[in-house]
């Protein structure tokens, strides 16, 4: 099994409404990630959880709360967002820790409307 | 500060034409490169891994190289079909460093 499995693929939610992305791999990757995705626009980094720790937070607002129940599962919880939260959200994982010489697996992502 | 440029923005060529793919970083002090591929509205796919100590690698249809000095890489990709069609991004990871810099991608269409 080499997927990164996201759900849901599609979610339109209200400014006020209280929502989660969820994330599951089964590969035995230590390391997980949240991107959040623009538009034709790169992938931009949101947080790292290596060893089921959260190691990086790239000053993500506090909106957005990541959560690490296991190592096979990564959520991302969603508070009174902002339309400009409208974006692609991508779930990756790798084997190791972040600065290891290894590929990323992405999962097919959740396209989040806010609004 | 890593920057990562992908020239051009756009491609569209014949089917069976060879795709030729440009990536440029501003430090070569890199742990590896790699190439994905991204269909509209979807995830990233990876497609190859150069690490630092290597010029190229092979997968199939598709050969990537590596060229720390001058700051480049390629993908090849030859022989292409319609199911090419797709955004390919290039990322570098820098040394002690944990975030890829990404390159804003080269959107390839591929007329049959």
């Known amino acids: 099994d080499t997927e990164v499995t996201q759900t849901p693929k599609h979610l339109v939610m209200g400014m006020t409404n209280k929502k989660s992305l969820k994330c599951e791999q089964h590969?035995?990757?230590?390391?997980m990630y949240w991107y959040k995705q623009k538009a034709k626009k790169p992938p931009e980094l949101m947080f790292v959880y290596s060893y089921e720790k959260l190691s990086i937070n790239e000053s993500v607002p506090s909106r957005f709360s990541p959560e690490c129940p296991n190592s096979s599962l990564l959520n991302l919880h969603l508070h009174a967002l902002q339309p400009e939260d409208s974006a692609l959200y991508l779930c990756a994982s790798s084997q190791g820790t972040p600065t290891t010489n290894e590929k990323l697996f992405f999962g097919s992502g959740t396209q989040l409307s806010v609004l | 500060k890593q920057e990562v440029t992908q020239i051009p923005a756009a491609l569209s060529v014949p089917e069976g034409e060879n795709l030729v793919l440009n990536c440029s970083f501003t430090d070569s002090a890199i742990y590896n490169l790699q190439w994905f591929r991204q269909d509209p509205g979807k995830g990233l796919t990876s497609l190859l891994l150069i690490q630092s100590s290597q010029r190229e690698q092979t997968s199939g249809r598709l050969n990537a190289s590596l060229d720390k000095s001058s700051g480049r890489s390629t993908l090849y990709i030859a022989a292409s079909q319609p199911g090419d069609s797709a955004t390919y991004l290039c990322?570098?990871?820098?040394?002690?460093?944990?975030?890829?810099?990404f390159g804003a991608g080269t959107t390839v269409t591929v007329r049959a």
């Open positions: 990322a570098a990871l820098p040394f002690d460093d944990y975030k890829l810099s």
């Open positions: 590969m035995g990757h230590r390391a």
